[in-house]
């Protein structure tokens, strides 16, 4: 006689792991607002029940997730900045410098084109004097930095690229990819269009030229 095989159960959630679940849910709907109104009205512009009302939720209720702005501020830019430094690992990276350089500069326009409001949050904040983030600018980027001009200096020794100053070369860098996020509203306003993704297409071609025209020995 055929047994039947035991009937296999889907594992249900637990009521804790529910709760974490929609915690984590309403936290991520709460920051993206939270993202979008900090990168329009900037910190201090930012009233928390304007947040509160645009996630749907009460101001009592979204300060039991997070109890001050400043609170919900910081959880922006660690946010931020988590996203941003692991798409910038490139440099860390083994391969041919221009290879390294053409990907890093890929990543920052990336991040730019997705993510246009995070950019603008940190960036008013360093416009501001990193007066509310300053330290953990200098704890998480700063060293980042400093180990990329590293790189760069290591390519230099080893006659990989020509000899050039590292760290206003990362500056460009930046200024460069960082643009068509934090002034993507002035560029739209040139092209009298919103950019598409061929304006980043034909940026990231531009950038990688003058960047890779820069390493270049013998230029």
């Known amino acids: 006689m055929n047994k039947i095989p035991p009937r296999k159960i889907a594992p249900r959630f637990t009521s804790a ?7 984590d849910r309403l936290e991520a709907q709460i920051v993206a607002e939270a993202v979008r109104i900090f990168a329009e009205c900037g910190y201090e512009g930012t009233a928390i029940a304007t947040i509160a009302e645009s996630a749907g939720l009460s101001k009592q ?4 997730y997070f109890p001050s702005k400043g609170a919900l501020y910081q959880r922006v830019l660690d946010d931020v900045l ?5 798409r910038m690992a490139h440099l860390a990276d083994a391969g041919e410098p221009e290879d390294v350089l053409r990907a890093y500069v890929q990543a920052k326009l990336k991040f730019s084109r997705e993510q246009p409001n995070a950019s603008r949050v940190y960036a008013m904040e360093v416009i501001g004097g990193a007066k509310l983030y300053g330290e953990q600018i200098r704890q998480r980027v700063v060293p980042v930095l400093r180990r ?8 230099i020794a080893a006659g990989r690229i020509a000899p050039v100053n590292a760290t206003h070369l990362l500056f460009s860098i930046w200024a460069m990819t960082q643009s068509y996020a934090d002034f993507a509203p002035q560029m739209a306003l040139v092209l009298n269009r919103r950019l598409t993704r061929r304006d980043y297409e034909d940026a990231e071609e531009t950038i990688v030229a003058m960047v890779l025209t820069a390493i270049r020995r013998g230029v």
């Open 17 to 23: 792991a529910r709760r974490m679940q929609n915690r």
């Open 61 to 64: 209720n979204l300060m039991y």
């Open 82 to 86: 988590d996203e941003w430094l692991d």
């Open 148 to 155: 990329d001009i590293e790189v760069f200096e290591g390519w």
